[in-house]
């Protein structure tokens, strides 16, 4: 027998076992941060609560934090799920990113945390600490370690990340 992944019954399981449905998850967070919402009060703060039932589940169990403040400007690309990652409150994530498991967006300090552009992919375990500026089209490796600012359509690797490859 042939079991569809992406079926609608196997995605509802899924979504029941690991307690998070990318779609609505995103969506409900969307209304809650947006500073102008039309949504009443009161079914903000029920999203609200939606929302951090979901974090508080996955940060004792995986080890997950998507602080309240952190800036998505959609919904970013999770292949594993919410697989431990941490981004900061302060970090601002552009269009269509792609984040691997174990990833860490961390502040340094007073200092703030990453700005990071259109169409990132961050590899699994990457850590980009500090108040980076991270251009568009940029591929992070995995493990890579990001102190400094990386100039758009690049591929930086290691510890510290080093630009190895610069795409025309």
């Known amino acids: 027998m042939n079991v569809n992944p992406n079926g609608k019954i196997i995605k509802m399981i899924r979504c029941w076992v690991q307690k998070y449905n990318h779609e609505s998850y995103w969506n409900k967070r969307s209304k809650v941060v947006e500073v102008n919402s039309k949504i009443p009060k009161i079914i ?8 951090k039932k979901v974090d508080a ?9 998507l602080e309240a403040g952190a800036k998505f400007e959609t919904p970013p690309r999770l292949y594993h799920g919410l697989n ?3 981004v900061s409150h302060y970090a601002k994530i552009g269009k269509n990113c792609v984040i691997n498991q174990q990833v860490t967006i961390a502040e340094d300090g007073n200092k703030g ?12 375990g990457a850590k980009i600490i500090g108040k980076v500026i991270i251009g568009d089209n940029v591929k992070i490796g ?14 930086a690797v290691g510890v ?3 630009v190895k490859k610069i795409y025309t």
């Open 84 to 86: 431990g990652i941490i």
């Open 113 to 124: 945390a990453a700005i990071i552009g259109d169409n990132v992919f961050i590899g699994a």
């Open 142 to 155: 995995a493990n890579a370690v990001v102190v400094s600012d990386l100039p758009a359509n690049c591929l």
């Open 44 to 51: 903000r703060l029920f999203y609200l609560f939606q929302i």
């Open 160 to 162: 510290p990340a080093e």
């Open 57 to 65: 589940f996955h940060n004792a169990s995986m080890g997950t934090d």
